[in-house]
């Protein structure tokens, strides 16, 4: 395990934190606004995309929504696709719960990975609905999964969750069962806001 | 247990001025801009609950506060997160060092808190100093009568300098039979003579003594009297005495009962008793 950075303000920025990553990370994203959040998520990928790497953008928002976001942002969408280093990809709205999530969650990466080169630049979670307890359930035990595994992913994942969403009366838990299943965490509260840090 | 949790299990509580409410509010944004508000309201809440103390006392006891945030984050993040903190305070002009631990510009800010009681005092204060050094004794009680504006009466071990007149505790029990009588009559006349909108500023600086003579029983009775008379009279009066003698937990309780406030070392801290 890598030691704590430097607490510096420079370095604590989540922006500066993300631009000074060097070696793979798989990192955890504790967000309120979702602004902010993607405005993270489009500077991580936008810098990994003008560096030739291939990114994927994999949430439930509506694909032509982020295209139009991404472009308002700066980045150059039809030109990323055309040459197949950015890869957009939207999660299901609704997903079965009984089936087993991992196996689940497999399927759906082996697709998507099936058409990128690594380094890689993610920007994904499998699940929105993290207020119900079985759906954030499953997505940490995807993590878990994902972390155990994740020397043979080679590139930098940002996983984000909205605070705000997921289930009340064991926030504090699921936490703490998220930042263990990540090498670091970004604290995103609101716009130019935020501490990041490696664990 | 130190007597800052012993004085809490009788219903003092630190007596919040301007300043450390100013840095409980700083504590509290900045850790929402670190991390969030939803997660800082329930990171309180939750200790609110647990330690049934209000939000400022948690925000303003390091000890609790950091172990709020290593419970949810682990150690190592803990500490990354309090020395954001730390910068944060330095970078806002509330600590001349981003070294300074929150401790440390509590404990700053609590002993400027208690001098600026102490020297602006109002009158019908009746507070109980446990010191626990001489120098500190004697220097809190130079802040108290350095600048009365009006009369003052000290009954002291040694005393402190020409401009504050006292008797010596030996003065007071050189009969013990009429030390009691001879100790009102002293607050009584002090307090006749002042003809200011000032109060009258009373301190006592060892008043264990009045327990190793064998009058404590009548002395507590008289600090009972005194309690009750400083509600009417504009008299500021601070009695002190040695933690030591403080130690076997014997008469705190009754000494607590008639103080209003209560002045604590280590760190220097100033309580008052919770309203009912």
């Known amino acids: 395990m890598s030691q704590i950075s430097e607490p510096t303000q420079n370095n604590a920025d989540p922006i500066k934190f993300l631009d000074s990553i060097e070696n793979h990370k798989h990192i955890v994203m504790f967000y309120e606004e979702p602004e902010w959040a993607q405005t993270i998520g489009f500077e991580f990928l936008k810098n990994g995309l003008e560096k030739g790497e291939h990114c994927i953008y994999a949430m439930m928002d509506d694909i032509e929504i982020v295209k139009e976001n991404m472009s308002d942002y700066g980045i150059d969408v039809d030109k990323f696709l055309n040459n197949n280093l950015l890869h957009i990809y939207k999660i299901p709205d609704s997903y079965d719960y009984s089936k087993d999530p991992i196996e689940e969650a497999k399927k759906f990466w082996k697709k998507v990975m099936s058409d990128t080169i690594p380094p890689l630049r993610i920007f994904s979670t499998f699940t929105r609905e993290l207020h119900q307890k079985d759906a954030i359930e499953c997505q940490t035990r995807i993590e878990e999964y994902l972390d155990s595994q994740f020397d043979k992913i080679q590139g930098t994942w940002i996983c984000p969750y909205n605070v705000t969403n997921i289930e009340s009366g064991n926030r504090f838990k699921w936490i703490k069962k998220l930042i263990s299943s990540h090498k670091s965490v970004i604290f995103a509260p609101s716009m130019e806001q935020g501490t990041a840090f490696d664990l | ?276």
Request: hydrophobic share 35%; with cysteine.
């Open chain 2, 1 to 276: 247990m130190s007597l800052h949790q012993i004085i809490s299990q009788y219903g003092f509580v630190p007596l919040l001025e301007n300043p450390e409410k100013k840095l409980a509010e700083f504590l509290r944004t900045s850790l929402e801009k670190r991390l969030s508000k939803t997660l800082v309201d329930e990171l309180i809440s939750n200790y609110i609950q647990k330690t049934n103390k209000s939000a400022d006392e948690i925000l303003l006891n390091p000890e609790l506060f950091s172990k709020a945030i290593e419970e949810l984050f682990g150690e190592k993040v803990s500490k990354l997160i309090l020395k954001l903190i730390q910068e944060d305070l330095f970078e806002n002009g509330m600590s001349d060092s981003a070294d300074n631990s929150i401790k440390k510009i509590l404990d700053e800010i609590r002993k400027n808190s208690v001098l600026e009681f102490i020297q602006k005092i109002k009158g019908h204060e009746h507070i109980a100093f446990f010191w626990a050094n001489n120098d500190l004794r004697r220097y809190l009680f130079s802040e108290f009568f350095k600048n009365a504006k009006s009369v003052k009466g000290f009954i002291s071990m040694e005393g402190l300098d020409d401009a504050t007149p006292y008797i010596t505790y030996d003065e007071l029990f050189s009969n013990k039979s009429d030390s009691i009588e001879k100790e009102k009559d002293l607050i009584i006349s002090t307090h006749k003579k002042n003809t200011t909108s000032f109060p009258t500023l009373l301190g006592g600086d060892n008043c264990d003594r009045w327990f190793e003579e064998g009058l404590g029983h009548d002395f507590l009775k008289l600090e009972k009297y005194v309690d009750k008379f400083l509600e009417n009279e504009s008299i500021s009066c601070i009695c002190g005495y040695n933690e030591l003698f403080l130690s076997n937990g014997e008469h705190i309780g009754e000494i607590l009962s008639s103080h209003k406030y209560v002045i604590l070392d280590n760190p220097l801290m100033i309580y008052k008793r919770r309203e009912k």
